[in-house]
């Protein structure tokens, strides 16, 4: 037996180093087919999908969108298959302005891609929200999991969701409490912040916008609101002030015409509530507009037109 086990054991030792051997090559052979789909040398995929595959495939999909020079919400809208209003009502944006190289979300349906903003919203809360009878929150729920590709089970519950999800609600639209330009104009002659006045002769701070235009024209709300001012204010002239439904104010300075008393409500492009003049300190006919936050704060009125 001891004579046995010897003459083995040279058979052992060359079987350890064909193990070893194999070893070293693998290690310097080229590595699967698989790997080369994980390595970092993979080149990278584009910055975002190509519109065109929005608008051919039936499954709701979305992504971000870089805003180039040419875009605007028409064309934006028409690339990958949804529409304007859309896309205003999932970015909470009007669009009045487009900042370039900005970025919104896009997708391919037609209605709010809505956000859940918390683990405790279901399929059912998020349908009461946006319907308010009861067949048709039946109904919205039925075409949410149609078109969403949910599974069907979630009808027959409340239809847990979690934060962070983003789903079609097909048709639905956002009416947006935004601030609008008060007048058929995109002109601003004066942003605000610190400049020369051109009457008093020295360096102040402008609070608001000017939007030069022509005598008599008419100014509506930038937004929903109830008129808490309306009367002289020393440098302004003729003015109204506004209170809207979240403690923010805005102000329409160096009227020819009042048209609104305190205590009225007026509506977002609908209600006239002055005309464009050139009283208090002005030197022509322009609209100062302002913006004022719950806090007594001036917001720059150029950052929020479209916006809430």
């Given amino acids: 037996m001891g004579k046995g086990l010897l003459w083995c054991l040279p058979l052992a030792i060359i079987a350890i180093f064909v193990v070893f051997l194999s070893a070293q090559i693998q290690k310097t052979a080229a590595p699967p087919l698989d790997y080369a789909r994980f390595s970092v040398l993979t080149p990278a995929g584009p910055e975002q999908p190509v519109p065109e595959i929005f608008r051919k495939l039936k499954?709701?999909?979305?992504?971000?969108h870089k805003i180039g020079i040419a875009d605007n919400t028409q064309n934006i809208a028409a690339r990958y298959g949804t529409d304007?209003?859309?896309?205003q009502g999932t970015n909470f944006n009007e669009f009045i302005f487009m900042k370039r190289g900005g970025w919104i979300r896009v997708h391919n349906g037609k209605g709010v891609l809505y956000e859940t903003a918390s683990d405790k919203e279901t399929l059912d809360s998020i349908a009461r929200q946006f319907k308010r009878s009861r067949d048709g929150i039946e109904k919205l729920k039925q075409e949410i999991v149609r078109v969403n590709?949910?599974?069907p089970s979630m009808l027959l519950t409340m239809g847990k969701l979690y934060k962070g999800e983003r789903i079609l609600l097909p048709g639905i639209y956002r009416d947006l409490d935004t601030y609008r330009i008060p007048v058929?104009?995109?002109?601003?002659?004066?942003?605000?912040g610190y400049r020369y006045h051109?009457?008093?002769k020295k360096v102040l701070y402008h609070k608001g916008c000017d939007i030069p235009m022509p005598y008599g024209t008419s100014v509506y709300p930038s937004r929903s609101g109830k008129v808490i001012f309306s009367g002289w204010m020393n440098g302004?002239?003729?003015?109204?002030?506004?209170?809207h439904s979240d403690g923010s104010k805005t102000r329409y300075g160096h009227l020819s015409k009042i048209m609104v008393n305190p205590g009225v409500t007026v509506q977002k492009g609908k209600s006239v509530i002055g005309k464009v003049g050139s009283t208090g300190l002005s030197t022509g006919p322009h609209l100062h507009f302002e913006i004022i936050d719950k806090q007594g704060r001036s917001i720059n009125p150029k950052r929020k037109f479209g916006k809430k």
């Fill in 184 to 192: 058929n104009s995109y002109r601003i002659s004066s942003y605000q």
């Fill in 149 to 151: 590709g949910l599974p």
């Fill in 236 to 243: 302004y002239g003729w003015v109204v002030d506004i209170l």
């Fill in 84 to 87: 304007v209003r859309s896309l």
């Fill in 59 to 64: 499954k709701i999909i979305h992504t971000r």
């Fill in 198 to 200: 051109p009457i008093l």
